[in-house]
């Protein structure tokens, strides 16, 4: 099995006990964190009691929630998830988990019961610790303050392992990973969920990317990813953390080219459309960095054999947005006809001597048409693009001139998107649809109304599934069978 799936595993054990045992009050010992390794390479933050008081579950959901997660749910496991539980990765690779003990009895009799079910092996005495194997490969060993497991390991790896645990058990605070700057900027997450990844745990594909910008090693950069839920939204932001130069200087081009929007093209989005993209930035720049990719500067020649795209994109300077009003369905010819009949291009431009020779765009297949002051038609048979300039808006798309709906979406997050250097929303309902045909989706999934992508810095990225108003995300989702 991977390490990205183990991980995935661990982190779903761990949250599955941690939401179980949200009513069992321990004590507000902190020793248990004594036992996180300071050289790890991820860590892992699950705050069960946050994350239930956000979805506002009552005494008897939760119970409801403990007895499907659980096989007994008379049975106590003796884990006190009042405090939040802490996941890792090793940097040899080994994955653990480290909780606070409320009880280490009602622990020892859940452990217990997993042998008796065959799932766990007897529990020995050592090293004044409590030891077992849960599912042949996790090796677990706790006390009366805190319990932890590591593995996966089989046969004499687990020797190793015992004893590598036996040092964690018993090391102090400045030798643990309480010291480390991953425990360190893991702290600063207010989300439920949270974690600290450095570049060598990134799988293979990510890593290529953050190779391409300058991140070898955790010395260069940590990614600090967090998931958590606000009223009517589940969202998860990451945050690159520069360390290095030559990340930070790549961080500063991004922040050059995507500048803070200013959302002057907002009130001119339609009532309703199926997805709006925003952007700002400086015609030259996003000139330059679209021709550095092979691809993108071969589709901009073929344009400029239809129109002048180089000099109407030198001339943008200011917010930009790409707007879709039809839905998209890729399956049909009709589908792809009717996607890009309701596509629309805005920008802020700084002149509009660029349409000056507009009259002689097009070719002996596109034809282009003067529909007025700077503003054209260019056909294909019974087909029209409007494009123009008005208030010192280029536009371009199926419908002639700026429109001045406001879009309800866009205008609630108003604030949000003026500011940000990157800016997307999708509706979800078509999507979801489309989606269903080839895979089963939870109900609860299907309530997503809406999917925005925010970029609020040029280092960081939040995305947000939006359901109705007045739904509590969260508590769907937990409580959906």
């Known amino acids: 099995m991977k390490k990205s799936k183990l991980i995935l595993l661990a982190v779903a054990a761990v949250a599955a006990i941690a939401a179980g045992t949200y009513f069992v009050v321990g004590r507000n010992s902190n020793a248990y964190l004594n036992a996180i390794p300071k050289n790890a390479t991820a860590m892992a933050r699950i705050d069960a009691k946050e994350l239930l008081e956000d979805a506002d579950l009552s005494l008897s959901e939760g119970m409801k929630l403990l007895k499907r997660l659980m096989a007994d ?14 996941l890792f990765a090793a940097e040899d690779g080994d994955l653990g988990a480290v909780a606070a003990v409320s009880d280490m009895d009602e622990l020892t009799a859940f452990i217990s019961s997993l042998n008796e079910e065959g799932q766990a092996s007897e529990i020995t005495e050592a090293r004044g610790y409590s030891w ?8 677990c060993a706790f006390d009366k303050q805190k319990a932890l497991v590591m593995g996966p390991a089989v046969g004499n790896d687990q020797d190793e392992l015992r004893n590598q645990m036996a040092s964690l058990l018993s090391q102090g605070k400045s030798d643990s990973g309480q010291a480390s700057e ?18 060598e745990m990134m799988p293979d594909d990510v890593a290529t990317y953050m ?3 300058g991140i070898q090693s955790s010395k260069d950069a940590l990614m600090l990813l967090s998931l958590g839920v606000d009223d009517n939204e589940l969202y998860f932001q990451s945050e ?19 500048r803070p929007m200013k959302g002057k093209l907002l009130e001119h989005a339609h009532g309703k459309n199926m997805a709006w993209l925003g952007i700002n930035v400086d015609g030259p720049k996003l000139l330059e960095f679209l021709r550095s990719n092979e691809q993108v500067r071969s589709a901009l ?7 002048d795209m180089d000099r109407i994109l030198e001339a943008i300077d200011g917010d930009v947005a790409l707007e879709l009003t039809n839905p998209v369905d890729f399956n049909s010819v009709e589908g792809i006809a009717a996607l890009l009949n309701g596509l629309s291009f805005m920008a802020c431009v700084e002149n509009d001597d660029f349409m000056n020779g507009a009259a002689d765009w097009g070719n002996d297949l596109f034809k282009m048409q003067a ?3 700077k503003s054209y038609a260019l056909s294909l048979g019974d087909a029209s693009l409007f494009l123009g300039v ?3 808006i280029f536009y371009l798309g199926s419908e002639q001139g700026l429109k001045s709906s406001g879009n309800k979406l866009l205008d609630k997050n108003k604030d949000d998107i003026k500011g940000a250097r990157f800016f997307a929303s999708l509706e979800l309902p078509a999507l979801m649809e489309q989606v269903s045909r080839q895979l089963p989706l939870p109900e609860s999934v299907k309530d997503f109304e809406h999917l925005m992508i925010v970029m609020p810095e040029a280092n960081k990225v939040e995305l947000r599934l939006v359901g109705p108003e007045g739904k509590n995300i969260a508590k769907e989702l937990l409580m959906n069978e």
């Open 73 to 86: 749910s008379t049975k106590n496991v003796g884990l006190d998830f009042m405090q939040p539980a802490y």
């Open 132 to 139: 077992a194997v849960i599912q042949q490969q996790w090796l």
């Open 182 to 199: 991953l425990f360190k900027q893991l702290r600063k997450v207010e989300a439920p969920l949270g974690a600290v990844v450095s570049p």
């Open 211 to 213: 190779h391409k910008a």
């Open 240 to 258: 690159v953390l520069a360390y290095s130069e030559g990340v930070k200087d790549y961080v500063k081009q991004i922040s050059e080219l995507l």
């Open 301 to 307: 020649i073929g344009m400029n054999m239809v129109v």
């Open 371 to 373: 529909k007025g002051d």
């Open 390 to 392: 008005d208030d010192d």
